[in-house]
């Protein structure tokens, strides 16, 4: 199999050994502990699930700003984005060496993991301002990564952790959530070698469900991994329940057998486009994935980024030999009249506007909202009446 970024083999920070796990779990409630954060319980996770090895835990200030302008740490290791345990105040945790980090998004706030402290540091302003605009692309307090991002705190605490539960992720969502460990294990099963990854925080239409059937075909892949985003989201996106049922329901009904792989991880969305792109690349080649498939304005929001700035990052700003995934190049999608089928844009320069079926996204919700199931060739009927359901449950403005 692929390996995983920088090292021969998996590192997850997650307690596996029973005996070790029963014994920091015990541990770990007499600790001095504090409630971190959405997006930093989210990283926990991700840790925890050998997503992001081989990282043992929170970065320190000066590798996090290295990580924002350079995408490398300090001592050289490729990370594209800080990543940081960011606290309103440090007050409960003065002086100790060892913590509890407790869980903000599950009911009595259960301990996460455990850290060992290794700095608590002040973040300036100006720090925080430039790992928002090396970040980000922008410093607007409108973008929903931005401003979750500075929401945070300004006070830092960093070290290696030591990870006792993976949130409500594996509680709420027992059929799809997988660590890296688990979809590695999983492929190796499987039996597959080319492995194409698929991310996702929408439900998937008829241009995602054919996206990823043109690059299983262009890369001779033996099958796909959809890979969705559990965690946290802007308001206005589909929870992932509703995300999980219609992709589920989409890859029954319209892929081969043995063909796709339907999992999630536990992580909370940034909005952060290109810099997003590259750390979805890096954690799908940990999860065992040789080919990651990036689109159209990819971990984008608003208008923030170019349509193709996502792919043209791996070119410009990342070194040749960070990351062994292979990026598949995705392309404008849609129906072509002429062909009766999902067509990438680039590949049919013989035809006019007029050849298309286009839809935006606005105007899907619109119909879903009214009841009213978009055309066949932007959605399967399935997935259009999971979707319908959902938007009719809604309160009516």
């Avoid at 926990?44 to 929170?58: I, K, T």
């Avoid at 490398?72 to 984005?81: A, E, I």
């Avoid at 993976?166 to 688990?182: H, I, K, N």
């Avoid at 320069?349 to 007029?354: Q, S």
């Amino acid at each position: 199999m692929i390996k995983p970024v920088g090292s021969d083999e998996l590192k997850p920070r997650f307690v596996y050994d029973p005996e070790q796990h029963h014994r920091l779990s015990h541990e770990a409630e007499s600790l001095p502990s504090v409630i971190i954060s959405s997006q930093a319980a989210g990283n926990a996770v991700m840790l925890g699930a050998g997503y992001f090895s081989p990282l043992e835990g929170f970065m320190n200030l000066a590798d996090a700003l290295s990580a924002a302008q350079s995408m490398t740490l300090t001592d050289g290791r490729f990370f594209p984005v800080p990543l940081l345990c960011l606290l309103e105040s440090a007050d409960a945790i003065a002086g100790a060496t060892r913590i509890a980090l407790r869980d903000p998004n599950v009911e009595g706030h259960p301990v996460l993991a455990v850290m060992d402290v290794t700095a608590v540091e002040q973040v300036s302003d100006a720090q925080m301002a430039l790992m928002t605009e090396q970040v980000y692309g922008t410093s607007d307090p409108k973008h929903p990564g931005v401003q979750t991002f500075n929401s945070q705190g300004r006070t830092a605490i960093s070290g290696p952790i030591q990870v006792l539960n993976f949130s409500y992720f594996q509680t709420d969502f027992p059929d799809t959530f997988r660590t890296a460990v688990e979809i590695r294990h999983e492929i190796q099963e499987r039996g597959w070698q080319k492995i194409v990854a698929f991310q996702t925080r929408n439900p998937m239409h008829r241009a995602h469900e054919e996206l990823c059937k043109m690059a299983m075909e262009a890369v001779n892949a033996d099958g796909v991994v959809i890979h969705m985003l559990l965690g946290q989201l802007k308001p206005g996106d589909i929870p992932a329940p509703v995300r999980d049922a219609a992709i589920r329901t989409m890859a029954e009904l319209y892929f081969p057998p043995n063909t796709v792989m339907v999992t999630g991880y536990g992580f909370d969305m940034l909005y952060a486009g290109p810099r997003e792109a590259v750390l979805h690349a890096y954690f799908r080649q940990n999860m065992g994935a040789t080919h990651f498939i990036i689109g159209r304005d990819h971990a984008g929001v608003g208008d923030y980024y170019g349509p193709f700035d996502a792919q043209t990052i791996f070119d410009d700003a990342v070194p040749a030999d960070a990351l062994a995934i292979e990026i598949f190049r995705a392309d404008h999608t849609a129906y072509s009249k002429k062909l009766d089928r999902v067509v990438m844009m680039r590949d049919v320069p013989d035809h006019t506007k007029e050849d298309f079926i286009l839809l935006s996204g606005t105007r899907v919700r619109e119909m879903l909202g009214q009841g009213e199931a978009p055309p066949p060739e932007f959605s399967r009927p399935e997935v259009a009446q999971i979707l319908m359901d959902y938007y009719q449950s809604l309160p009516q403005s």
